[in-house]
Nanobody, 122 residues
Framework: QVQLVESGGGLVQAGGSLRLSCAASGDMISRYVMAWFREAPGKEQEFVGRISQTAGTTYYSDSVKGRFIISKDNAANMLYLQMDSLKSEDTAVYFC???????????????WGQGTRVTVSS
């Protein structure tokens, strides 16, 4: 099973940008559908976006579409989330996840990182 570690979170002003990274070990992410989820204070976990095994296809939630971009470097075994035009409602703990199916449901993803906190100040 792949192990995942996120980094890159922090405090940013509204309108700013952050790039999150997710380092994988134990297996190659080229074998998995990779996704980002987030959990805001007092709210349920929310799907952010996903990327296919070959990185040829991405899919985003409506709340981040046009502002966030998911990419991956299969050779480096790294997943990324570029977040632009950040809003206060993007404040959350962000998790990367690996799974076998093309899904938006957290239950479809078997491996999770510990999360990295993003705080957007207005």
């Amino acid at each position: 099973q792949v192990q995942l570690v996120e980094s890159g979170g922090g405090l940013v002003q509204a309108g700013g940008s952050l790039r999150l990274s997710c380092a994988a070990s134990g297996d190659m992410i080229s074998r998995y559908v990779m996704a980002w989820f987030r959990e805001a204070p007092g709210k349920e976990q929310e799907f952010v976006g996903r990327i296919s095994q070959t990185a040829g296809t991405t899919y985003y939630s409506d709340s981040v579409k046009g502002r966030f971009i998911i990419s991956k470097d299969n050779a480096a075994n790294m997943l990324y989330l570029q977040m632009d035009s950040l809003k206060s409602e993007d404040t959350a703990v962000y998790f990367c996840a690996a799974g076998r199916t093309w899904s938006t449901r957290s239950e479809a993803f078997d491996s999770w990182g510990q999360g990295t906190r993003v705080t957007v100040s207005s």
